[in-house]
């Protein structure tokens, strides 16, 4: 019972690792649709949002979404924004939630040349991540199952 709970955990640590990549695939993918509809259409961005929230590209990040119908309740965007990633967090770290709620409030302050400046910045931000994440997952992933499986055994062989 020892042995599966260490590996079981091994390999949730290694599924988190897949998820936050994911998730930062996800972002980007996010970025490159909206400045694509800022730059073609020069909508605002809030009218980005609530164009956006029904594509496919976006489905998996449910924040989106959400603050789209809170959008459309008349709510303000920074709070649609911010209370949308609370209810729908990404599988991505601290220092990068920050960054995306920090995204929400910078982003609605713009002018059209602003927002296409500031989606430059926050995409290169997140392609930084995503390369981080890549490596960490190349790097980590076997070694936390191997890890929770010889852990496992380890204490199973002790027990016995």
């Not at 449910?62 to 789209?68: I, K, L, M, T």
Request: proline residues 2%; aromatic residues 14%; glycine residues 6%.
């Amino acid at each position: 019972m020892v042995w599966l709970a260490a590996t079981v955990c091994g390999a949730m640590l290694a599924e988190r690792l897949s998820k936050r990549q994911k998730s930062l695939e996800q972002l980007l993918v996010f970025f490159r649709l909206v400045r694509l509809e800022v730059t073609h259409y020069l909508l605002p961005f809030p009218e980005v949002i609530l164009r956006i929230s029904d594509s496919f590209s976006v489905h998996d990040l449910g924040f989106v979404s959400s603050c789209a119908e809170m959008l459309k309740t008349g709510k303000d965007f920074p709070v649609a924004w911010e209370e949308s990633l609370v209810r729908f967090p990404l599988c991505i770290g601290k220092d990068e939630i920050n960054l995306i709620m920090q995204f929400g409030k910078t982003v609605c302050s713009c002018d059209i040349n602003g927002v296409e400046d500031v989606l430059a910045y926050y995409f290169e931000r997140f392609e930084s991540a995503l390369t981080h994440a890549v490596s960490a997952k190349e790097r980590y992933a076997k070694l936390f199952l191997f890890s929770g499986v010889f852990f496992g055994g380890i204490v199973f062989m002790i027990i016995i």
